[in-house]
């Protein structure tokens, strides 16, 4: 009998641990409802556009501690709900962030806390003076593409991506930065289309990542692309 309450007490303990250090939420599949919808850097209305959305677009995102926020789950931004179509709904559970306590800094802990800062105030005077036409190192780039069922046809693709930026020298500089790749398909009648996909995102040069989105879709609805071969693409700082 000791033994039985014993062991209900432990996981009454577990389940409550368990239920502190996970948050519960959604991942949606959603239709874009609104002839536009902007993709906002941060959940505010005032917040920088990073990018649009058309309606009828599917995608995914997750919903956050504020309900009228989503996060998109291809990390471009948030949008908000009241603008989408909710198709699907799947439980997810987040970690939150970690909790770091404060603790008074041992003699040899605050000499290396300042050593540390030392190294950052040095690196940081280590700027650049970005160039006009000059590459930007691509940190990752992720395609999806979508098909019809009916005419297993592709409807659309999309190549993002990831950058880093090099400490600018100023930073009230507005940099241009301009992706670009190259799509080659062919349809069912094994004719072939080259495609020249280019996007500009106009950021500041105190922000050292970004992203930026390429998107594909067919010259014609009735078009039947059968085979699509996208390029790695490349980056750059325009005029």
């Known amino acids: 009998m000791i033994i039985a309450r014993s062991f209900i007490i432990f996981m009454l303990l577990l389940i409550t641990t368990l239920s502190y250090q996970l948050s519960a939420a959604e991942r949606l599949e959603v239709e874009i409802r609104s002839t536009i919808l902007n993709i906002r850097e941060t959940r505010s209305t005032i917040s920088p556009v990073v990018g649009v959305l058309n309606q009828g677009d599917r995608l995914t995102a997750t919903t956050t501690d504020m309900r009228d926020w989503l996060n998109l789950d291809d990390g471009r931004g948030f949008i908000s709900i009241n603008y989408v179509y909710v198709l699907s709904e799947t439980p997810v559970l987040l970690a939150p962030p970690e909790e770091i306590e404060s603790q008074i800094p041992s003699p040899t802990e605050a000499n290396n806390a300042r050593l540390s800062e030392s190294l950052t105030k040095n690196a940081q005077q280590i700027c650049i003076q970005h160039k006009v036409n000059s590459p930007l190192p691509i940190d990752s780039s992720s395609k ?21 930026l090099a400490n600018s020298c100023n930073d009230s500089e507005q ?32 922000v050292t990542e970004t992203t930026i989105l390429l998107e594909w879709f067919p010259a014609t609805e009735s078009a039947s692309i059968q085979k699509i071969e996208l390029s790695k693409g490349q980056c750059e700082i325009a005029l």
């Open 175 to 206: 940099l241009k930065v301009v992706c670009s790749a190259t799509t080659l398909t062919t349809d069912s009648q094994k004719n072939q289309a080259l495609y020249e996909l280019t996007n500009t995102r106009i950021i500041s040069s105190s």
């Open 144 to 164: 999806t593409c979508r098909k019809n069922l009916n005419t297993l046809g592709y409807e659309s693709c999309q190549l993002l991506f990831k950058l880093s």
